[in-house]
């Protein structure tokens, strides 16, 4: 297939009257492998009202396809399944753009999880309204993958999660837990009421510190507002629940190096729950990247692994990744049936790139292009063995 760089801008005469065909041509081609027609009348079929899109997503991938969904350009009626198509037939692995390949020279040039950058994404995504983030993720907060082996809504699966992390912990009353991501204080209100525990909470979203201090203000509980790297006490267990997406790679040896000095000797345990994925690239989706989550970056089981070399023993992991796809959906839902209290303030242009943000990512889960992993570390290995608790 040729690339649409070899045809001019410039160019007059026949050649530039075929040039939007050819932009269609090259999508319509691309989509057909993943079982998706322009304009066809399947649900997960995309619907174009402005042809001006294909250029976009030919140039610009991700991206062009993201901006120009947020522009009312084209829809789907059923948008997390044309993902699941688009995903699962892992289009997106071959497809060359400019965007994906500076975002790639930049990563590797630039370490763009820095202390320096660490409290971005906290103003760009967590410090948004609490009232907005409770309608969506429930009245716990705990914006992370629930378990729903057992259970029939969301609620359910997501104290269900909750528990189970603090069995893997083998938590008891009084010890200490250090909650690296504490978002609202989810994890650390449960685990302090359900289990008597004494939970160290650090975030790095001056919203979730205030809303968490206020959830778990008659608890053994401390919120801080800090950056793992400078964290320096000791404790019994550490837990972590979707946090490790903003490391990046070239700080995952330095997170692992604080976890092993923050955690005491003999039984204690590190949990750590993290979305993963199996390639071993390290660019982050372009439109995630820019309009959702700044400078985070899906880990590789392989460079999670090596991170952990001489630091950690690996004693349990487990993949519960086609769970996030109930999880993410379950929050769109949340988020349509409040949408209309929260127009007025967030606008349309708004509600097309939370709809989109939601929907990818259930389609990415629902493909098994993503992958849930909750790795359970210790030390230096526990000499009787780890048991993971009955599911």
């Keep these: 297939m040729p690339h649409p760089a070899r045809h ?19 999508v319509q081609s691309a989509l057909s492998r993943a079982n998706i027609m322009i304009n066809g009348d399947r649900p997960w079929d995309m619907q174009v009202k402005d042809e001006r899109i294909f250029r976009r997503v030919v140039l610009y991938g991700s991206l062009g396809l993201g901006e120009s969904y947020m522009d009312g350009d084209w829809d789907a009626r059923q948008l997390d399944e044309f993902f699941f198509r688009l995903l699962h037939a892992r289009i997106h692995q071959h497809w060359f753009d400019i965007v994906k390949q500076l975002q790639r020279l930049q990563t590797i040039l630039f370490n763009r999880q820095a202390l320096s950058r660490a409290f971005q994404v906290g103003k760009k995504h967590y410090d948004m309204d609490d009232d907005f983030f409770r309608a969506m993720l429930g009245e716990r907060m705990v914006y992370t993958c629930a378990y729903w082996k057992n259970a029939d809504n969301l609620d359910e ?39 008597g525990a004494r939970v160290t909470g650090i975030t790095i979203s001056k919203s979730q510190a205030e809303y968490a201090r206020e959830m778990c203000k008659d608890l053994p509980v401390e919120i801080r507002l800090q950056d793992y790297r400078l964290v320096d006490d000791q404790f019994d267990h550490i837990v972590s629940l979707g946090m490790f997406e903003h490391v990046g790679r070239k700080n995952y040896r330095q997170f692992m190096e604080v976890a092993r000095r923050c955690l005491k000797d003999d039984e204690g345990i590190f949990l750590l729950h993290t979305i993963g994925k199996e390639d071993t690239s390290q660019h982050t989706d372009p439109w995630i990247g820019k309009y959702i989550f700044p400078n985070g970056e899906i880990p590789a089981l392989q460079y999670l692994i090596q991170s952990c070399d001489d630091l950690f023993v690996l004693e349990d992991l487990h993949n519960f990744g086609a769970d996030y796809d109930k999880t993410l959906m379950s929050w769109y839902s949340n988020f349509n049936t409040n949408w209309e209290k929260f127009k007025p303030d967030y606008g349309q ?13 259930a389609g990415a889960f629902r493909s098994r292009n993503l992958q849930l992993w909750q790795l359970v570390l210790t030390r230096e290995g526990l000499l009787s063995g780890y048991q993971r608790p009955s599911m």
Aim: glycine fraction near 6%; include cysteine; charge should be positive.
């Design 8 to 26: 001019s801008a410039n160019s007059t005469g026949p050649d530039r009257l075929l040039l939007p065909r050819y932009w269609r041509r090259i």
């Design 157 to 195: 699966a997501q104290e269900q999660k909750l528990d189970l992390v603090c069995r893997k912990l083998k938590l008891r009353p009084d010890q200490t837990v250090l909650d690296i991501g504490c978002g609202w204080g989810s994890f650390a209100r449960f685990a302090a009421e359900n289990y």
């Design 349 to 361: 242009h708004f509600y097309r790139m939370w709809k989109y943000y939601l929907n990818c990512c």
